[in-house]
């Protein structure tokens, strides 16, 4: 049996995010792990934009954001990295995207203001190429046509031009996707639009209903691995500037992003366990022994070193049961509200948000979660993504940043142990 | 301002309200029905669904014993569409009061209930669910009823024979003229213009509400207000009905639905029949006390948890509301100097026809109209209104009819956009404060384990492309959506629930930021316990 260096507990953002630092540091990485936050993603990397949430006081400057944040909340996991760390995270992560076919882009220190298949604006830091004529068509309100398809159902074009009320040069049209009928999914049509001749299609169907649209924006349908080339064809066959809107999820932006990660993460010699979970946790002789998977399919693995990153509730890291709230892998401690009426609030919307999305792991700077007795579970054991406490990334719209800073800062401080 | 004229008003689209709108209209006196939300906001759609066997009364309240087992028995004929008729078991546990098993044949025959003793093998193979620790089972007639079902067939017929409702229509005040209420004076909660209402007579069958209505006349109305909780599990617990053998108190009873079982109630005095919600500490309650006779309550999942406020009309000082007689009151304001004002309140899902018929017999003396009840012996027709609330209806109309274009919005309950259409269609004018929330309450959308987070956000862009919302409504009625179905998540939230929590706001505050943002469209309904469709799944 191969022992790793680093065993990579995760494959959502702070998962992926673990190995390709790792391996790039030259690490032998093993990772496993199952569906996760980033199969349901909406493509945008958020870095901070919302702080203190309750206030909802909404920053242009993340950085800026990320200041106050460590002043005001110094228990939260962005005060274990600094700014030039969580910069060289984002740059090296949307780099090695770009390396594998898909490209993002944004605004050096400064978040952008991008549309949701809701029809609202969030706020996020690094976006699709494939999004960024709909933030230019956004802050310019400049004559668009958004064109939506009968029978893809994740999202309304006419919802997001009545929403947007602040855009009357915003118009809508719902076409027929060419080839296609009934009930339609993002991720068969991104496949067929691989084909030219089917985006030449595409465009007839839509070329009668530009009027003096400059910008036309689709649902996110154009291509699985090559989506800058469909864009730059449409663009072309259009005579306007086109731009993609995620759906409503699963959209095509999961798939996305593992297909990138599926091409990028074997050639940098990492060893993936998909839809795998880690099923036993030991450690003896100074190695950690996992077994991930179960049954036949069971694999042992064992490691010097291991990043936590298995996420919370939904990605399964977290688990609870009526009485308490426990770490799905090694059983450690979790910060918890102590009762769970205070779980939850009365109202899902409120802005303070809710008590159990602070919940999470305690870790030392170095972000190596705290065992019973309040010292390391493990020298080499750290953690990294949404599973730490004291954070709330959906309200402080952080999600994505903050598994790869947390995960590039594990990284680093485990190779230093190693 | 709109007026309308009418022989009769009746005020309350419960079961209670319905029935009487059916029963007069069989006696040849077309109504007029008011509801001030929706068919079923009160307790009609915030209870247990138990077609009582009376077998739970037999000790506290003889009366209502018979009473029950007698309607149980008309209802289970004349309306077989709105009934499983299941069956049901009382069962004792290890600790419980013997006295009360002993008696409880004894006390079922002097009431004429059907019980009959079991051998406990016999009970565990029937219900395999149970406790090792049982010690005694009896067989009786409990079934389970679906409220919704009930309420809309009576509406139906009624409609059918000329009587009308008006949805979303609040009666806020009355003018006395010479003893007589002479206008009733009402809001449109849909676009807040006001509606007079004439009527020869008046018919309060507000439940809870009863007391505020009764005194917009000026009559009074002693009234105790007691909020029940209850738990729907995911899955089918019991083929019957299991009552726990003891003196009623909190947590005995597991009624089935569908393919789901409801674990319930609580009893706890409120003040006011607004604004109840089940809470954290009745559902760990509930779970508590009730797994001594189905440990499985203690593991299964649960998908939801609901309240509803039972209206008692106070007979003086009393301590706990289960011993208060649930029999129901009718009121002839003609004491109060209200000759045209009647009250018909309190009492129960399994008696609502009774009810009715005791309260259509004073209205048609009133009236001088001679015509008897014939909802006794007339079987309820089955209508078209009410059947998307029923599991499985929605996938199985739509693979029938599905055309090309027609998609799935609901995936957890299948119900298709051409569903979706067919309950805005209907709805017309009054779709009240939001029209997602009156098709949360005709369909099963919101109700499967998504718990609203996709199915919600696709109708509202159908809304949108329908044109049946504008600007910032849509998501705003979509907050009110979500607001009301966290009501009933929040107290169960563990295990699986809260995977689908937390997937659920990633995706309406973490993707979408509608945190930020309109308010919810209302907030004024605080207080409609549980208006929710069929609670059976
Ligand atoms: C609907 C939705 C929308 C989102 N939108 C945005 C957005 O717009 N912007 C943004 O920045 N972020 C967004 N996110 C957040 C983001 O995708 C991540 O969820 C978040 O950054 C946390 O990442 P994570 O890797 O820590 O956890 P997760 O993404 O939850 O991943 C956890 C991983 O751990 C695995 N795992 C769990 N237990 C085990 C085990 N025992 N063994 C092995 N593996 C295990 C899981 O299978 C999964 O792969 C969104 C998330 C969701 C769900
Ligand atoms: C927790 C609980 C569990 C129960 N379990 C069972 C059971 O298992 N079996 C059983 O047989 N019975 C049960 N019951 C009792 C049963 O639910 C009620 O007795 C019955 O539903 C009452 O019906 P109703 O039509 O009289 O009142 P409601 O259903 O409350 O109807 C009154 C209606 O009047 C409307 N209204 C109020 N004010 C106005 C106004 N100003 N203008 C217009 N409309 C107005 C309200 O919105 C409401 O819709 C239970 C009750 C509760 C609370």
Redesign the interface.
Not at chain 2, 499 to 513: F, K, N, P, T
């Given at each position: 049996m191969n022992t790793y260096d680093v065993m990579v507990i995760g494959s959502g953002f702070a998962g992926m995010a673990a190995s390709l630092f790792a391996a790039k540091r030259g690490l032998s990485v093993a990772q496993a792990g199952g569906t996760g936050g980033i199969d349901f993603s909406t493509g945008f990397i958020d870095l901070m934009a919302v702080h203190p949430v309750a206030g909802q006081r909404v920053w242009e400057d993340p950085y800026a954001a990320l200041a106050a944040l460590r002043r005001d909340l110094p228990l939260h996991p962005y005060a274990h990295v600094t700014d030039d760390e969580i910069a060289a995270a984002l740059g090296e992560f949307a780099a090695f995207l770009g390396d594998n076919g898909l490209c993002y882009t944004g605004r050096p220190g400064r978040n952008t203001l991008t549309l949701t298949s809701a029809g609202t604006v969030k706020p996020t830091y690094l976006l699709p190429c494939s999004a960024w004529g709909g933030v230019e068509a956004l802050e310019a309100k400049a004559p668009t046509l958004l064109v939506d398809f009968h029978g893809l159902k994740g999202i309304s074009a006419r919802q997001i031009a009545e929403v947007r009320a602040d855009w009357p040069e915003l118009r809508t049209a719902r076409v027929r996707f060419p080839g296609m009928g009934g009930e339609l999914y993002p991720e068969h049509m991104a496949w067929s639009m691989a084909d030219q001749a089917r985006r030449i299609e595409l465009a007839e169907a839509v070329r009668p209903l530009l009027g003096d649209a400059r910008f036309v924006g689709f649902p996110a349908i154009f291509g699985m691995t090559d989506t800058m080339a469909v864009v730059r064809h449409m663009e072309e066959l259009l005579g306007r500037r086109v731009f993609e809107i995620p759906t409503l999820p699963p959209s095509i932006a999961g798939p996305r992003l593992r297909a990138a990660f599926d091409r990028g993460l074997p050639v940098l010699g990492v060893r993936t366990y998909t839809q795998k979970l880690v099923s036993a946790a030991e450690v003896s002789d100074g190695l950690f022994h996992f077994t991930a998977g179960s049954g036949s399919t069971a694999v042992r693995i064992a490691a010097r070193g291991a990043v936590l990153a298995s996420g919370r509730f939904f990605g399964k890291g977290l688990k609870a049961d009526r009485h308490a709230v426990r770490e799905a892998v090694f059983d450690l401690p979790v910060s918890q509200p102590g009762k769970r009426e205070d779980w939850h609030r009365a109202e899902f919307f409120d802005p303070r948000g809710h008590g159990i999305n602070q919940a999470g792991l305690e870790t030392d700077a170095a972000l190596r979660p705290l065992g019973a007795d309040g010292r390391p579970f493990h020298p080499r054991l750290h953690a990294a993504g949404a599973i730490l406490a004291h954070q709330d990334w959906m309200r402080m719209k952080c999600g994505a940043g903050l598994a790869i800073a947390t995960a590039c800062k594990a990284v680093r401080d485990l190779n230093q142990n190693l | 301002m709109t007026t309308l004229h009418t022989r009769v008003l009746i005020i309350g689209a419960g079961a209670t309200g319905a029935g009487l709108l059916r029963d007069l209209a069989l006696r040849g006196v077309p109504a007029l029905l008011i509801e001030q939300r929706d068919v079923n906001s009160g307790a009609s759609g915030g209870n247990h669904g138990l077609l009582h066997s009376g077998a739970r009364y037999v000790a506290s309240d003889r009366e209502a014993a018979m009473e029950c087992r007698e309607e149980g028995d008309i209802l289970r004929r004349l309306a077989p569409q709105c009934i499983e008729d299941t069956g049901g078991l009382f069962v004792a546990v290890r600790g419980d009061d013997e006295r009360y098993v002993a008696d409880f044949p004894g006390l079922c025959a002097a009431s004429s209930v059907p019980c009959r003793g079991l051998d406990l093998g016999t009970a565990r193979a029937m219900e395999p669910s149970l406790s090792p620790d049982l010690v005694a089972a009896f067989a009786v007639q409990d079934g389970a009823v679906d409220p919704f079902m009930l309420s809309l067939d009576n509406i139906a017929q009624a409609l059918s024979l000329g009587s009308s409702m008006r949805r979303n229509l609040a009666a806020q005040s009355m003018e006395v003229e010479n003893g007589r209420i002479v206008r009733v004076l009402c809001r449109d909660i849909t676009t807040g213009e006001d509606v007079r209402i004439e009527a020869d007579l008046v018919l309060n069958a507000a439940g809870a509400w009863a007391a505020r209505v009764a005194s917009l006349a000026g009559a009074r109305i002693g009234m105790l207000f007691s909020m029940g909780s209850l738990l729907i599990t995911q899955d089918r617990i019991a083929t019957r009905v299991i009552n726990r053998l003891r003196k009623p108190s909190d947590a005995d009873i597991l009624v089935p639905g569908g393919t789901v079982s409801i674990l319930g109630t609580t009893s706890i005095r409120v003040a006011s029949p607004d604004g109840c919600?089940p809470?954290?500490?009745e559902a760990?309650r509930i779970?508590d006390d009730a797994r001594a006779m189905l440990p499985i309550l203690e593991r299964t999942r649960y998908i939801r948890a609901y309240a509803g406020v039972r209206p008692l009309v106070s007979l003086g000082p009393a301590g706990d509301d289960r011993a208060v007689s649930r029999g129901f009151a009718l009121v002839d304001h003609a004491a109060d100097g209200l000759e045209n004002f009647i009250t018909i309140t309190g009492g129960k899902l399994t008696t609502y026809r009774l009810m009715a018929e005791k309260a259509a017999d004073l209205a048609c003396a009133k009236l001088g109209v001679a015509a008897p009840c014939r909802t006794r012996t007339e079987p309820l027709p089955a209508s078209t209104l009410g059947q998307w609330t029923e599991p499985g209806k929605g996938p199985r109309t739509w693979v029938d009819s599905r055309t090309?274009?027609d998609?799935?919005?609901c995936e957890c309950e299948m119900v298709s956009?051409g569903v979706i259409d067919s309950i805005i269609d209907e709805s017309g004018a009054m779709r009240g404060r939001s029209m997602l929330k009156a098709i949360g309450m005709r369909s099963r959308v919101g109700k499967g384990p998504c718990q609203g987070g996709?199915c919600g956000?696709?109708v509202?862009?159908?809304l949108?492309?329908r044109g049946m919302?504008?600007?910032?409504q849509?998501?705003a009625e979509l907050?009110t959506f979500?607001?009301r179905r966290?009501r009933g998540f929040?107290p169960i939230?563990?295990?699986v629930p809260?995977?689908q929590?937390?997937?659920q706001?990633?995706?309406?505050?973490?993707?979408?930021?509608?945190?930020?943002?309109p308010p919810?469209s209302t907030r004024d309904d605080e207080g409609a316990c549980a208006p929710v469709a069929k609670e059976p799944a």
């Amino acid at each position: 049996m191969n022992t790793y260096d680093v065993m990579v507990i995760g494959s959502g953002f702070a998962g992926m995010a673990a190995s390709l630092f790792a391996a790039k540091r030259g690490l032998s990485v093993a990772q496993a792990g199952g569906t996760g936050g980033i199969d349901f993603s909406t493509g945008f990397i958020d870095l901070m934009a919302v702080h203190p949430v309750a206030g909802q006081r909404v920053w242009e400057d993340p950085y800026a954001a990320l200041a106050a944040l460590r002043r005001d909340l110094p228990l939260h996991p962005y005060a274990h990295v600094t700014d030039d760390e969580i910069a060289a995270a984002l740059g090296e992560f949307a780099a090695f995207l770009g390396d594998n076919g898909l490209c993002y882009t944004g605004r050096p220190g400064r978040n952008t203001l991008t549309l949701t298949s809701a029809g609202t604006v969030k706020p996020t830091y690094l976006l699709p190429c494939s999004a960024w004529g709909g933030v230019e068509a956004l802050e310019a309100k400049a004559p668009t046509l958004l064109v939506d398809f009968h029978g893809l159902k994740g999202i309304s074009a006419r919802q997001i031009a009545e929403v947007r009320a602040d855009w009357p040069e915003l118009r809508t049209a719902r076409v027929r996707f060419p080839g296609m009928g009934g009930e339609l999914y993002p991720e068969h049509m991104a496949w067929s639009m691989a084909d030219q001749a089917r985006r030449i299609e595409l465009a007839e169907a839509v070329r009668p209903l530009l009027g003096d649209a400059r910008f036309v924006g689709f649902p996110a349908i154009f291509g699985m691995t090559d989506t800058m080339a469909v864009v730059r064809h449409m663009e072309e066959l259009l005579g306007r500037r086109v731009f993609e809107i995620p759906t409503l999820p699963p959209s095509i932006a999961g798939p996305r992003l593992r297909a990138a990660f599926d091409r990028g993460l074997p050639v940098l010699g990492v060893r993936t366990y998909t839809q795998k979970l880690v099923s036993a946790a030991e450690v003896s002789d100074g190695l950690f022994h996992f077994t991930a998977g179960s049954g036949s399919t069971a694999v042992r693995i064992a490691a010097r070193g291991a990043v936590l990153a298995s996420g919370r509730f939904f990605g399964k890291g977290l688990k609870a049961d009526r009485h308490a709230v426990r770490e799905a892998v090694f059983d450690l401690p979790v910060s918890q509200p102590g009762k769970r009426e205070d779980w939850h609030r009365a109202e899902f919307f409120d802005p303070r948000g809710h008590g159990i999305n602070q919940a999470g792991l305690e870790t030392d700077a170095a972000l190596r979660p705290l065992g019973a007795d309040g010292r390391p579970f493990h020298p080499r054991l750290h953690a990294a993504g949404a599973i730490l406490a004291h954070q709330d990334w959906m309200r402080m719209k952080c999600g994505a940043g903050l598994a790869i800073a947390t995960a590039c800062k594990a990284v680093r401080d485990l190779n230093q142990n190693l | 301002m709109t007026t309308l004229h009418t022989r009769v008003l009746i005020i309350g689209a419960g079961a209670t309200g319905a029935g009487l709108l059916r029963d007069l209209a069989l006696r040849g006196v077309p109504a007029l029905l008011i509801e001030q939300r929706d068919v079923n906001s009160g307790a009609s759609g915030g209870n247990h669904g138990l077609l009582h066997s009376g077998a739970r009364y037999v000790a506290s309240d003889r009366e209502a014993a018979m009473e029950c087992r007698e309607e149980g028995d008309i209802l289970r004929r004349l309306a077989p569409q709105c009934i499983e008729d299941t069956g049901g078991l009382f069962v004792a546990v290890r600790g419980d009061d013997e006295r009360y098993v002993a008696d409880f044949p004894g006390l079922c025959a002097a009431s004429s209930v059907p019980c009959r003793g079991l051998d406990l093998g016999t009970a565990r193979a029937m219900e395999p669910s149970l406790s090792p620790d049982l010690v005694a089972a009896f067989a009786v007639q409990d079934g389970a009823v679906d409220p919704f079902m009930l309420s809309l067939d009576n509406i139906a017929q009624a409609l059918s024979l000329g009587s009308s409702m008006r949805r979303n229509l609040a009666a806020q005040s009355m003018e006395v003229e010479n003893g007589r209420i002479v206008r009733v004076l009402c809001r449109d909660i849909t676009t807040g213009e006001d509606v007079r209402i004439e009527a020869d007579l008046v018919l309060n069958a507000a439940g809870a509400w009863a007391a505020r209505v009764a005194s917009l006349a000026g009559a009074r109305i002693g009234m105790l207000f007691s909020m029940g909780s209850l738990l729907i599990t995911q899955d089918r617990i019991a083929t019957r009905v299991i009552n726990r053998l003891r003196k009623p108190s909190d947590a005995d009873i597991l009624v089935p639905g569908g393919t789901v079982s409801i674990l319930g109630t609580t009893s706890i005095r409120v003040a006011s029949p607004d604004g109840c919600r089940p809470s954290v500490a009745e559902a760990d309650r509930i779970i508590d006390d009730a797994r001594a006779m189905l440990p499985i309550l203690e593991r299964t999942r649960y998908i939801r948890a609901y309240a509803g406020v039972r209206p008692l009309v106070s007979l003086g000082p009393a301590g706990d509301d289960r011993a208060v007689s649930r029999g129901f009151a009718l009121v002839d304001h003609a004491a109060d100097g209200l000759e045209n004002f009647i009250t018909i309140t309190g009492g129960k899902l399994t008696t609502y026809r009774l009810m009715a018929e005791k309260a259509a017999d004073l209205a048609c003396a009133k009236l001088g109209v001679a015509a008897p009840c014939r909802t006794r012996t007339e079987p309820l027709p089955a209508s078209t209104l009410g059947q998307w609330t029923e599991p499985g209806k929605g996938p199985r109309t739509w693979v029938d009819s599905r055309t090309e274009d027609d998609l799935v919005l609901c995936e957890c309950e299948m119900v298709s956009r051409g569903v979706i259409d067919s309950i805005i269609d209907e709805s017309g004018a009054m779709r009240g404060r939001s029209m997602l929330k009156a098709i949360g309450m005709r369909s099963r959308v919101g109700k499967g384990p998504c718990q609203g987070g996709f199915c919600g956000q696709r109708v509202t862009g159908h809304l949108y492309d329908r044109g049946m919302v504008s600007g910032m409504q849509g998501l705003a009625e979509l907050k009110t959506f979500t607001e009301r179905r966290w009501r009933g998540f929040s107290p169960i939230l563990w295990g699986v629930p809260l995977m689908q929590a937390d997937l659920q706001e990633a995706l309406y505050c973490g993707s979408m930021d509608l945190e930020f943002g309109p308010p919810p469209s209302t907030r004024d309904d605080e207080g409609a316990c549980a208006p929710v469709a069929k609670e059976p799944a």
